[in-house]
């Protein structure tokens, strides 16, 4: 019977260690800001801080897909095979946690190019 009052405990204390783990950064290639020159680093990763600093907005995408398959079942005449068609349209949103991923993975490529350049690069830290 004490199984039973711990069992919620231990869900509750897994979702809320979920909802607060900290977004790791995206792998994202220094070499795109390669032909940056210093300046050019520094108010790239500043227009990236001010971004995260402002709230991170979700980027909406949508798609149609089209679908053409092969599909059998029982019918009015019994077991057949037939050619299905399905269209699919709808929006897709990436969430927060995914957008502040990409940014933040497009800040450390910022930095290891500076570094690489020799960049005196003021690096700020994020606001929790």
Request: aromatic share 8%; hydrophobic share 30%.
């Amino acid at each position: 019977m004490k199984g039973l009052y711990s069992v919620p405990l231990v869900v509750v204390t897994l979702l809320l260690g979920a909802c607060a783990t900290t977004v790791k950064p995206t792998y994202v290639s220094p070499t795109q800001y390669q032909s940056l020159n210093c300046q050019q680093l520094q108010s790239e990763y500043n227009r990236i801080q001010l971004y995260i600093e402002n709230g991170v907005q979700t980027p909406k995408r949508t798609g149609v897909g089209l679908g053409v398959g092969l599909g059998g079942g029982w019918g009015r005449g019994g077991w057949g095979f037939g050619p299905t068609v399905s269209v699919n349209m709808g929006q897709s949103s990436n969430t927060k946690n995914t957008e502040l991923s990409r940014v933040l993975g497009q800040q450390e490529a910022i930095v290891q190019t500076a570094q690489f350049k020799n960049c005196p690069i003021i690096v700020s830290k994020k606001s929790s």
